[in-house]
C-alpha cells in the first residue's frame, strides 16, 4: 500500500440533469447527483441501468444526450493530461492480448505522460509483479482487473471512476480490493465505483448512488440506508386485534397480515416480548422476520415508478 | 513532452510490442526477396533464362523490388494501427489518456507513416543484401543499378509513407479489421485493375489518380513483380508526374482519414 504515493486531495464529481438516448432507448434519463472526496461511493444498480453509459459520459468517451458531467469543475476533455487527475477502470478487455501486462503499463506511461517509474510500484501493489512479462491474453479475468487497475493508478489520480471492478475477482480479490479503496479514500481521494450487487459493495461504500431504468432512485450515505434495513417481529395470536391495540400504544405501527397474525414492524423480541407477556395475550408463534440491505436495494431498484430521493429512515422506532 | 510527440511515440510503441506490424514486415523481406528474385529472371523469345538486368528498365526493376511489397503490405500496416484499437477495445484507455479524438487520429497518422517508412527502409536493406551481391555473381553493373536510385528509392520511400496513411485511412472508415484488410488488398489488387480496364482502355478516362496508378508515377513507372509481370516502366508516360502521384496519394490518405474521422472516430465508444 506504500507504493501509491498520497494523492492530492480528490475533487468532486457532478452530475447534472444527465440524459443519453440511443434511438427510441432512454439510457440515462435526467440523472442528478454528486461525488464526495474522501468517500468511497457505490455507483449501484441492475444490470442495464444505465451506470456503464453514464460513467462513459463522464469520461468523454460517449457523448450525452442533454446535461452535463464535470470532474473537478471540468469535463473531463477540459482537463490537462487528465491520466494524472483522473483513474479509469471500465472493462477488463482493454488489452492487446499479445502485449505483455508491463508493456501495456508503459504504453499507458507514454500516452498518459507519466512517470514510468510508478509502473514497478502499482504492479506491486496489484500484486503482479511475478507475472509482468506473461502476455495479457493469458491472464484469468480477475488479474485482468487488477491489471486495469494498476493502469488506472499510474498517475498517482485524486479520482478514481472504477465500472464493476470486482468482476471476476474470487473472494479474496474482493477483500483485497475492498482495502485498497478504502486506503485510496482515506488518502482524500474521490472514488466512485459501480456496482450491481449491493451486498458485495456493502462494507467498501460511504455513500450510494442508485439507480434504475437510468433514474436516481436515492442518493445518501449508506448509513441511512442501512437503516432501512430493519426487523419486523411476526406474531400468530388468536387476539390478534387487542395484540394491535396494545402494540399501537407502545408506538409501533402494526399490520395485519391474515386472520390471526400480526407483523410489527422495527419490534425485536427483546422490546416486544415483555410487552405481550405484561398484556397477558395469548400467542401461538412470535418469530423475527428481518429485511436485509439486499432486499431493500431490490425494492429500489425494481420500484420503476418511484420518484428519486434522499434517503430518509422510516420511523421505525418506539415514541 | 508536450502531448502530440508522446502520442506518437506511444503509437510507435504499440507498432513495436504487437505481432501485426513485425508480420507485416516480414512479408515486405519476402516479397522485397522475391522482387529481387524476379528481377533476374528474363524472357527471350519465349525462353525464360537466369541473368543480370542489364537494360535501365530492368535495372529499375531491380532497384524497386520493394514495390509490390508497398503497395500491398503498407495499406495493410495503416489498417492494422486503427482497427487493432477498435478490435481489442485499445482505444478506450488511448482516449482516456487524451481525450481528444482529432490529436489522437493525427498522431496514428504520423505514426504510421514513420513506420511505413521504416518498412521502406527495411525493404531497401533486404534489396542491397540479396540484389547486390546476386547482380555482381552474374556480372551484372553496380553502377547500372546506382544510377536508378535517383528515379526509384524516394519515390518508392514516398511510396511506402503514403499507402500506409492511405491504409490508416480506410481502417477509420471501417474500424473492422477484418473488413479493413480486405478492403485494401481487394482496392489494390481488384478493384483497381478493374476500373482501370474499364475507364482508361475501354472508355479512356484518365484514373491515374487511383492510388496504385499514383504509386507507380512516383516510384519511376514501376509495375508489379512477377513471373510474365513486366514490371514495365514503358507505360509510364501515361502517369501523372511524380509530383501529381505525391499529391494524389496526399489526398487519398488525408481524404479517407477525415471521412473517417467525421463519420466514425468520433462515435460514442462503446
Not at chain 1, 417481529?233 to 408506538?251: K, S
Request: hydrophobic content about 45%; glycine content about 10%; aromatic content about 6%.
Amino acid at each position: 500500500m506504500s507504493a501509491v504515493h498520497a494523492a492530492a486531495r480528490g475533487t468532486a464529481i457532478e452530475v447534472r440533469g444527465l440524459t443519453k438516448r440511443f434511438g427510441a432507448v432512454t439510457a440515462v434519463d435526467d440523472l442528478t447527483f454528486s461525488v464526495a472526496p474522501g468517500r468511497v461511493t457505490g455507483f449501484l444498480g441492475p444490470n442495464g441501468a444505465g451506470k456503464t453509459t453514464t460513467l462513459r459520459i463522464l469520461l468523454d468517451l460517449a457523448a450525452p444526450t442533454s446535461g452535463s458531467c464535470v470532474i473537478g469543475g471540468r469535463r473531463y476533455r477540459d482537463i490537462p493530461d487528465p491520466a494524472r487527475h483522473v483513474g479509469a477502470v471500465l472493462e477488463a478487455t482493454n488489452f492487446h492480448p499479445s502485449r505483455r501486462a508491463r508493456a501495456h503499463l508503459e504504453m499507458l506511461t507514454i500516452e498518459g505522460g507519466l512517470d514510468s517509474s510508478r509502473i514497478d510500484a502499482v504492479l506491486d501493489l496489484v500484486g503482479l509483479t511475478s507475472d509482468a512479462r506473461r502476455k495479457v491474453g493469458g491472464y484469468s479475468l480477475g488479474m485482468r482487473q487488477r491489471l486495469q487497475l494498476a493502469g488506472a493508478l499510474l498517475g498517482d489520480p485524486g479520482v478514481l471512476i472504477l465500472d464493476e471492478p470486482s468482476n471476476g475477482l474470487d473472494p479474496q480479490g474482493i477483500a483485497w480490493l475492498r482495502d485498497l479503496l478504502r486506503h485510496l479514500a482515506s488518502e482524500g481521494r474521490t472514488i466512485l465505483v459501480s456496482s450491481h450487487l449491493l451486498a458485495e459493495m456493502a462494507q467498501t461504500v460511504d455513500d450510494v448512488v442508485i439507480v434504475s431504468g437510468g433514474r436516481l432512485r436515492v442518493q445518501g450515505p449508506l448509513s441511512l440506508l442501512t437503516s432501512q434495513s430493519q426487523s419486523s417481529m411476526r406474531v400468530r395470536t388468536p387476539e390478534r386485534d387487542r395484540l394491535a391495540a396494545i402494540a399501537h400504544a407502545a408506538g409501533y405501527a402494526p399490520r395485519p397480515v391474515s386472520d390471526d397474525t400480526l407483523l410489527v414492524d422495527g419490534a425485536t423480541p427483546e422490546a416486544l416480548g415483555p410487552i405481550i407477556a405484561s398484556n397477558s395475550v395469548v400467542v401461538y408463534e412470535l418469530a423475527q422476520v428481518s429485511q436485509n440491505l439486499e432486499s431493500v436495494f431490490l425494492e429500489l431498484t425494481t420500484s420503476m415508478t418511484g420518484t428519486a430521493a434522499s434517503v430518509e429512515p422510516k420511523e421505525v422506532v418506539p415514541r | 513532452m508536450t502531448a502530440f510527440p508522446r502520442l506518437v511515440r506511444a503509437e510507435l510503441y504499440k507498432f513495436r510490442t504487437t505481432p501485426g506490424p513485425w508480420v507485416c514486415m516480414a512479408v515486405v523481406v519476402l516479397l522485397t526477396g522475391l522482387g529481387v528474385t524476379t528481377s533476374f529472371i528474363n524472357g527471350d523469345h519465349g525462353v525464360v533464362h537466369f541473368s543480370a538486368p542489364t537494360t535501365t528498365e530492368e535495372l529499375r526493376r531491380l532497384m524497386g523490388a520493394g514495390y509490390t511489397a508497398a503497395i500491398v503490405m503498407a495499406p495493410i500496416l495503416g489498417v492494422l494501427c486503427i482497427t487493432t484499437e477498435y478490435r481489442h477495445h485499445i482505444l478506450t484507455s488511448t482516449l482516456l489518456a487524451h481525450p481528444r479524438r482529432a490529436d489522437v487520429l493525427g498522431a496514428k497518422v504520423v505514426a504510421s507513416a514513420l513506420w511505413g517508412l521504416f518498412m521502406g527502409v527495411v525493404s531497401f536493406a533486404m534489396l542491397a543484401a540479396m540484389g547486390i551481391p546476386l547482380l555482381l555473381s552474374e556480372g551484372g553493373s553496380l553502377r547500372g543499378l546506382l544510377d536508378q536510385v535517383g528515379p526509384v528509392v524516394p519515390g518508392m520511400f514516398a511510396a511506402f509513407l503514403l499507402l500506409a496513411i492511405y491504409g490508416m485511412g480506410i481502417g477509420t472508415l471501417v474500424r473492422n479489421q477484418i473488413a479493413g484488410v480486405i478492403l485494401a488488398l481487394g482496392l489494390t489488387l481488384v478493384l483497381e485493375p478493374i476500373i482501370v480496364a474499364i475507364f482508361s482502355s475501354l472508355a479512356h478516362m484518365d484514373v491515374n489518380f487511383l492510388p496504385t496508378r499514383a504509386t507507380q508515377a512516383i516510384a519511376g513507372g514501376l509495375t508489379p513483380h512477377g513471373p510474365g509481370g513486366a514490371g514495365a516502366t514503358g507505360t509510364a508516360h501515361l502517369l501523372l508526374s511524380w509530383w501529381l502521384g505525391a499529391v494524389a496519394l496526399v489526398v487519398w490518405g488525408a481524404g479517407t482519414a477525415v471521412v473517417g474521422y467525421y463519420t466514425t472516430f468520433r462515435r460514442d465508444v462503446t
